[in-house]
């Protein structure tokens, strides 16, 4: 099956640092998916990219839908404490046997010194 | 509008024994995954329902089942628990359409 690669593991900032984040595949996806996960908690989506070349913001998140549609990046500008999580990335490719579900990275851990 | 419920948040069961997990999707929402989520294989895809129809399966044995109700509500169940099935359980609920999954909370299961 489809392998997500996600890097860096971890990250460890000081508040007010840009993070960046990405996601390559060995595969072409149809949807990428950002989520941020805190501690006994749900992933939470952050970010959803439908279209090839795709950049949207939400907040002082930006990620951008690579131009070959097996990639994919996140980044956060001036981190805050209340930004340390989890962030995973997912893939949807939408074909076949495979509708309707998402493959994950093995997500980024994000640390944020005050 | 709610999120995604799913119950219960912990469960404590014996190597062997068998558990039924719920989970009830946003309302309107017609399709529901389930994830397994553990430390040493990440989240991995267990299965996903859409209009009560079973549309695609992860690499799972077959002690894990799922179902789904007329009213979008799903159900899954581990048979003779193994050690390896303790994990932070998710559902997700989404319409079908091509949109991200709104993930319930988890349920947490601990095999001893």
């Known amino acids: 099956g489809q392998q997500l690669n996600q890097s860096p593991q971890s990250m460890f900032i000081q508040e007010g640092e840009d993070v960046s984040m990405n996601c390559t595949s060995s595969?072409?996806?149809?949807?990428w998916l950002w989520y941020k996960q805190d501690p006994g908690e749900g992933p939470v989506l952050l970010i959803a990219l439908y279209k090839a070349g795709e950049l949207t913001s939400n907040g002082r998140l930006t990620a951008q839908f690579g131009t070959t549609r097996k990639d994919s990046f996140l980044n956060i500008s001036a981190s805050i404490p209340s930004d340390v999580g989890i962030y995973f990335c997912?893939?949807?490719?939408?074909?076949?046997?495979?509708?309707?579900?998402?493959?994950f990275g093995r997500g980024t851990q994000l640390t944020v010194w005050p | 509008k709610a999120g995604v419920t799913q119950t219960p948040r912990y469960l404590i069961k014996t190597r062997g024994q068998q558990v039924t997990l719920s989970c009830s999707p946003i309302s309107g929402h017609r399709s529901v995954s389930w994830y397994q989520q553990t430390p040493g294989q990440g989240l991995q895809f267990l299965f996903e329902y859409f209009s009560e129809t079973q549309r695609n399966k992860g690499n799972f044995p077959g002690r894990f089942s799922g179902r789904q109700f007329s009213n979008s509500r799903s159900e899954m169940n581990v048979s003779t628990l193994e050690l390896g099935d303790s994990a932070l359980y998710l559902c997700?609920?989404?319409?079908?359409?091509?949109?991200?999954?709104?993930f319930g909370s988890g349920t947490r299961l601990t095999v001893v």
């Open positions: 997912a893939g949807r490719p939408d074909r076949g046997s495979t509708l309707g579900r998402l493959y």
């Open positions: 997700a609920s989404s319409t079908g359409g091509d949109y991200g999954y709104t």
């Open positions: 595969s072409i996806f149809n949807t």
